[in-house]
């Protein structure tokens, strides 16, 4: 899984996309948008209450009617908060939560529960795509979370990865395809070298990447 760190940024272009103007425009709808972007990893909660972290994790929520129901519940929130109700903002939302777990899928993932079960409840088959973008997160206590080095890592490449997309945004409203399609080489190629580089100074292939490969 990407961290929440990673979610975060992916949700707030979303949300650029969808509020034009200044990113502190609509700073409250900009965090709520990050909010539901991370809200399928509160599948946590009650595991980490059991002492099992990962107890729950990557059930319902990571799937695609789970996170579907959590964005028609998130825009029902956003209905009563801002007594607006537009369709258009119901598929934006359901469409926010349900790229989490793909997400999740597309990040190297070192831990049970393996992958996500995207199609549950008509499928329990666990996705975890071969090829993978994110660094995978570990879990064991909140130091090692926050200041570990595989975390940091991570923490660092998600940055670099989506830092470019926001920086094309933040241009002429994201109006320049030009932008945009630097951004995107930019992205792709900083991350690229940034795996190999790790994976020189480290010795070994932290990443399953389809980077690390090249
Ligand atoms: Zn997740």
Known sequence: MPSPLGHALASAILHKKKVPGSWSGDWKRLLFHMFCGMSPD????????????????????HSILGAGLM???FWVVYGLWRRVW????LFF???LVSLHPLM???????????????GY?????????PYVFFQDIHRAGLRNFLFGKN???????????????MMALSYREGRSRGAWFIAVL????????????VKWVDGRALFMSVWSQM
């Open 71 to 73: 964005g028609a519940f």
């Open 42 to 61: 509160l599948d946590f909660l009650p595991g980490l209450f059991l002492g099992n972290i990962s107890l729950y994790h990557h059930g319902f929520t």
């Open 93 to 95: 939302l359901m469409g």
């Open 86 to 89: 537009k369709v258009n903002d």
């Open 186 to 197: 930019i992205s792709f190629f900083v991350t690229a070298t940034a795996l190999r580089v």
């Open 121 to 129: 409840p008509f499928s329990k088959v666990s996705v975890m795509s």
């Open 151 to 165: 975390n940091l890592l991570a923490f660092g490449i998600e940055a670099i990865f989506f830092l470019p997309l």
């Open 104 to 118: 999740d899928v597309l990040a190297l993932d070192t831990a049970s529960p393996y992958g996500c079960p995207l």
